[in-house]
């Protein structure tokens, strides 16, 4: 059984930065794209990057663009949210997701997704 579990969020002033750590067990993610989503108070979730199985193609959501990245480390079946420059509107749940097999390319949809993490809080303070 697959579980995924994500790790390293907390709460930061704007401006700060942030690493979450999503560690994956259960199922080998080599050949797997890999995503953060994120949900913020009140509102759906929403997309926020992917990462393709070789590490080489990654995807960010606009409003994250230039700050974020989605580093990912094969050998050790895990996946990371580098956030710099935070901002107030980025306060929301962060949940992590595994791509459906045989799925690549710029994955932006739920659906594309078939196990997730619990989530992380990140809260960030103005």
């Known amino acids: 059984q697959v579980q995924l579990v994500e790790s390293g969020g907390g709460l930061v002033q704007a401006g700060g930065s942030l690493r979450l750590s999503c560690a994956v067990s259960g199922r080998t993610i080599s050949k797997n794209s890999m995503g953060w989503f994120r949900q913020p108070p009140g509102k759906e979730r929403e997309f926020v990057a992917t990462i393709g199985w070789s590490g080489l193609s990654t995807w960010y959501a606009d409003s994250v663009k230039g700050r974020f990245t989605v580093p990912r480390d094969n050998n050790n079946n895990a996946v990371y949210l580098q956030m710099n420059s935070l901002e107030p509107d980025d306060t929301a749940v962060y949940y992590c997701?595994?791509?459906?097999?045989?799925?690549?390319?710029?994955?932006?949809?739920?659906?594309?997704?078939?196990?997730w993490g619990q989530g992380t809080q990140v809260t960030v303070s103005s």
């Open positions: 997701a595994a791509g459906r097999m045989y799925y690549s390319g710029p994955l932006r949809a739920e659906s594309d997704f078939d196990a």
